[in-house]
């Protein structure tokens, strides 16, 4: 009896084990936008506030945003994210994630302290999205699946577009104030060389195989 019902509830553990890591950041992030302005200006990435010792806005100003409509976009892309690595069957286990957020934070952090000293102050989830996704397009790769390569396709001439020509046409109205295409630029260099320790890591390591194809893999 105990063994069927942990039998049947395997998918729903299976999902938990992938989604947990989005679900705390949306839950970070929605946190942060009930603060309102005042908590924006408390946690946002901010040149000055750095300077002074206020560390903590090296992280928290990646979940902080310019107000709701901001919040629900970023949040829209990250669930778009999770939901294509899975459905491209690279489910990424939950310490993966972190690695991939932790490699990324300091990546953009690094280069908009270092390489955009004009920038006063950034929020927003997008630098470190751009971490997820070329750091999974990369184990896609390693996982011999072609999406992964058409999805690094993508990134690069969407950043290289940004770089020469500016934002895209409609992401400034969308997320409702001027978008830092640095960061996107910095959240790529930061997900590749997540996605190289990860795939050098093992083929299985960060990949979260169904539990019947790991029984047929050791049978």
Do not use: C
Not at 114 to 135: D, E, K, Q
Not at 139 to 151: F, H, K, T
Not at 173 to 183: E, L, M
Request: net charge positive; hydrophobic share 55%.
């Amino acid at each position: 009896m105990g063994l069927s019902q942990f039998q049947e509830n395997a998918p729903a553990r299976r999902f938990l084990a992938v989604w947990v890591v989005a679900l705390v950041i949306a839950v970070i992030a929605i946190g942060i936008a009930i603060a309102g302005d005042s908590g924006r200006l408390v946690l946002r990435f901010d040149r000055s506030g750095i300077g002074n010792g206020e560390y903590w806005r090296l992280l928290t100003g990646h979940f902080a945003h310019l107000g709701w409509q901001h919040t629900v976009l970023n949040l829209l892309g990250l669930a778009i994210t999770w939901k294509l690595v899975d459905v491209m069957g690279i489910p990424i286990k939950p310490w993966a994630w972190l690695v991939i957020i932790v490699i990324g934070v300091v990546a953009v952090d690094i280069g908009l302290w270092w390489f955009t000293p004009a920038l006063n102050w950034y929020v927003g989830l997008s630098g470190v999205s751009h971490s997820f996704l070329i750091a999974a397009a990369i184990l896609a790769v390693r996982d011999r699946n072609q999406m992964g390569w058409l999805l690094i396709g993508i990134l690069v001439i969407k950043v290289l577009y940004e770089q020469f020509m500016g934002p895209t046409p409609w992401s400034e109205s969308s997320s409702g104030g001027n978008v830092v295409v640095d960061a996107h630029l910095y959240g790529v260099v930061g997900g590749v060389l997540a996605g190289f320790i990860l795939a050098f890591a093992g083929k299985d390591a960060a990949i979260m195989r169904a539990e019947s194809n790991q029984r047929g893999r050791n049978a």
